[in-house]
């Protein structure tokens, strides 16, 4: 049997030859080039093919393949004591990071390099559930989604144009180039991407406090960001505004004052206005006045006659909802509140969600319950996390049962969240024990 592989850029052929007297393994070497990679770029790629091939001949492909691979294990959480969980957290990263290239300026889909989950697009998953352990134990991964996103300036400008808003409103399925693939519902009302957007590339410079990755890098997107808020949110009075039509990560419902997107709204002007203050640069006042103006209520709990809880939107009356934004407002989105109001948000709306998507769903909630010192809700939650890991490889899908998209690494995202906040953690040095 033979098996060729011809490429446009060279003449290299690959032949193997299969015994019959006894069984043989047989490995594939092989240089995965997109699409864009045309003309130059097809040449290096081919080069490294070729480059590649050598160093296999050599014996040293493979020790560098497992350095580097020990390398990212050292940077990352490691689990001591627990062989399944350890399994888990491990299999967690691995999904996370063999769908990541930190050489080059793009990131990756929900569904991560090996499948085609929602067409490989680029969503609000990378920022807001992927990105920030990216942020903490492997910064160059991070800063390569951060390059990805500097690409996709154009296509922000262009959509909130496009939809008569100013500012940067980043695309809801952004192709590699960063441009919007289609304008279904998701791209004309899920606008919390911008926010997204805004508060990873915040985040990387609180990681680092580098002033000068925040002027460079991180100043231009704020600021495109907060005006696009300003012009997205509708004024009441002097002292008040609201954003009206908008999906959550509740996508059961458009709705008037989602609580995630209000949310978002405000941080990541609050944000904008800080970093400016840091450069000695003078923040727009109509941030300041739409930041103030946005408010998640608080309402009595529908049906009862307990504490109130941060309303999921306006008129929200305890329906079945997809996920909660109230739940995601004490984590990632850090919003001022004490620990019994969180404790009864999260009371309240854990019942309300459907959590078919168990990695987006479960890990802020298990994080909630950690940070009010309820363990025994944080562990039951976090176990409710991982529950759509697949055997026998231990791969995440996006719904029970193997549903949904496959090689779900959003959730996988989520767990190791769950991991670094709901769990104990201890850092020593460059290594993390769970």
Known sequence: MKLVNKCQHCTSALRILLLTDRPRTCFLLARRRGSAETGASGEKACAALVNARTDNANGVLVQRHEQAWEDLWEAGPQVR???????????????????????????????????NGYNAHVFWDMDTWVFPSLNLFWPSFADAHLRFRARGTAGALEKARH???????????????????????????????????????????RAT???????????????????????????VNESSYRILAAIGPDEWHCKNDTAYTVGVAVQSLRAAITAFALLQ??????????????DVPLVAQPGTAKAPVHQAYSGYAGEAIMQSGVADLGYPLMWPMNASQRAADLGYYWNKVSGFIAGMVWPAIAIGYNEVNDTANAALFFAW????????????????????????????????????RAVCLKTTNARSQV
């Open 81 to 115: 004591g627990n062989p399944s969980l350890a399994r888990t957290i491990n299999a967690t990263i691995w999904g996370i990071l063999s769908s990541l290239d930190s050489r080059v300026d793009y990131s990756t889909g929900p569904g991560g390099l090996s499948t």
């Open 281 to 294: 640069r003078t923040p727009k006042p109509a941030w300041s006045a739409v930041a103030s103006g946005l």
């Open 385 to 420: 996390s991982y529950s759509t890991l697949q055997q026998p490889y231990l791969v995440y899908s996006e719904e029970p049962g193997g549903a949904g998209c496959p090689n779900f690494i959003t959730a996988a995202g989520g767990v190791l969240q769950a991991v670094c």
């Open 209 to 235: 406090g580098n002033l000068s990755l925040l002027e460079s890098e991180v100043a231009d997107v704020l600021e495109g960001v907060a005006d696009f808020w300003v012009s997205r949110a509708t004024k």
């Open 163 to 205: 939809l008569g808003y100013r500012g940067l409103l980043y695309p809801w399925e952004a192709t590699p180039a960063g441009y919007a693939t289609t304008y279904g519902w998701a791209e004309l009302f899920e606008h919390h991407i911008a926010g997204d957007v805004a508060l990873a590339h915040w985040n990387r410079f």
